[in-house]
């Protein structure tokens, strides 16, 4: 191997260097809008206030930002959120209250530390475990997989609560074809 030194000087010139690589700049608009002043944004509360440059949130009714700080950390909070509706779940923060869109549930995490409720119908899964989530994603992934080919997946815990299905009440695995007039009961996945 070739070993290549630097005199003192040029190693601290390297450094002093400004990088070459250019750097992504992030595009907050999706979000957030800036606004030079508050004769600009319109907003009385922002011309009362004497606002120069700041920021008011697209998404969130009334939210305003001094500090371009409190609105990266803003916009992440949205964008964390986008990446966790994707997987089929919505992200609630210490700050948010997930009992005003969840009100019949008791969820032991509201207000006390991240966490994501799954927004699938008849599911009421709870997790504060991104991989968790992206686990019970690639259920709810399969399900509809299954069910695109026209059956329907009954786990242990469920019941399929059907009078001519040999597995009911065994608290099995199994699968129903869901074509009309069809009564086919299988557990092994492979026999779709």
Known sequence: ???????????????????????????????????????????????????????HCLDCSGRVFVKKEEMIRHFKWHKKRDESLQHGFMRYSPTDDCMERHPLRHCPHNRKQTHYHCIHDNCDKVYISTSDVQMHANFHRKD????????????????????????AGQRTTHFHCRRAGCRYTFKNKADM
Do not use: W
């Open 1 to 55: 191997l070739m070993r290549q030194t630097l005199s003192p000087n040029s190693a601290e010139n390297l450094l002093n260097q400004k990088s070459s690589i250019p750097q992504p700049t992030i595009d907050y608009s999706r979000y957030v809008r800036r606004f030079g002043s508050g004769q600009e944004c319109g907003s009385s509360y922002c011309k009362e206030s004497g606002y120069r440059e700041h920021f």
């Open 144 to 167: 509809s997989a299954i069910i695109q080919e026209g059956f329907q997946r009954f786990r242990a815990t469920e019941s399929c609560s059907t009078d001519y299905c040999p597995f």
